[in-house]
């Protein structure tokens, strides 16, 4: 993937130094310019202190909008929030949470169709998770392929109310976690195939076990795929944009009613 091998061949130290001393030289020929005096520290009283601050804080203001439009070109070209988080000193998490949705914002069209496929209709997906580290990591999986109409419930109980209330819009597909408090994803999922109106909606086990049983026991159930979540992040991310992209850009997905 594009992105991936950008190293940056200096220490943080030394970038840090480097920087520090290009914004200081812009920044003092900005006050030179704006004050009309010598940029000497304590001359003329607070006033070169004061534009100093000054302007430093609009060129904080600048490299902040820069930064994004970096960010924008980067993703354009394939990079994706940890190849973002990595350029500034960040985790994956930290990248998106600086720029939310930064993926939707290209004006140009996309370099990996695979990635951000904008589905004819609304993808609406149905995740039954009760971990909340786990649901944020699947949520920004499925943003970073574009659009996605999520909703998040705890247990399998709150995953049927969803599901049988009135008006309540047929997701396109369920994630389901087996180890859940009230109602288990084994029960739910027992539950859903024996139901006429909701047996058809495809089912994707996404869980921590690989116990044969369980994988068994999924597959038993009718459940659709059966996948076990990895412990790299990465990994993690991956192997959910997996199963969103097999369910919206190759399977064909049955009317709604």
């Known amino acids: 993937m594009p992105g991936k091998n950008f190293v940056l061949r200096s220490t943080p130290q030394e970038t840090a130094a480097i920087a520090d001393a290009a914004v200081g030289r812009l920044a003092r020929r900005m006050v030179l310019q704006l004050l009309e005096e010598s940029p000497t520290p304590g001359a003329g009283g607070p006033a070169p202190a004061l534009g100093m601050l000054h302007v430093l804080d609009h060129l904080q203001r600048a490299a902040e909008r820069l930064q994004r439009e970096a960010a924008v070109t ?12 990595s350029a500034c000193g960040l985790t994956r998490q930290g990248a998106r949470q600086r720029w939310p949705g930064i993926h939707d914002h290209s004006d ?26 786990d649901a944020i990591l699947i949520e920004e999986a499925l943003a970073e392929r574009g659009a996605r109409n999520l909703v ?20 396109d597909l369920i994630v389901l976690d087996l180890n859940m408090p009230r109602m288990n994803g084994r029960d739910l999922l027992r539950v859903l195939k024996a139901d006429e109106d909701l047996r ?58």
């Open 74 to 85: 980067a993703t354009r070209t394939g990079a994706g929030y940890p190849q973002l988080g």
């Open 200 to 257: 058809t909606i495809p089912v994707v086990v996404l869980t921590t076990s690989s116990a044969p049983d369980d994988v068994t026991g999924a597959y038993s159930s009718h459940a659709n795929a059966y996948v076990t979540k990895p412990v790299n992040l990465e990994e993690f991310e991956q192997a959910v944009q997996s199963i969103d992209a097999f369910y919206l850009d190759t399977a064909t997905r049955p009317p709604r009613d």
């Open 108 to 133: 140009e069209a996309p370099t990996e169709t695979l990635m951000m496929t904008s589905p004819a209709r609304a993808f609406d997906v149905l995740l039954v998770e009760d971990d909340a580290a």
């Open 152 to 171: 998040q419930v705890t247990d399998g109980l709150a995953a049927l109310e969803h599901l049988r209330a009135p008006g309540a819009v047929r997701p």
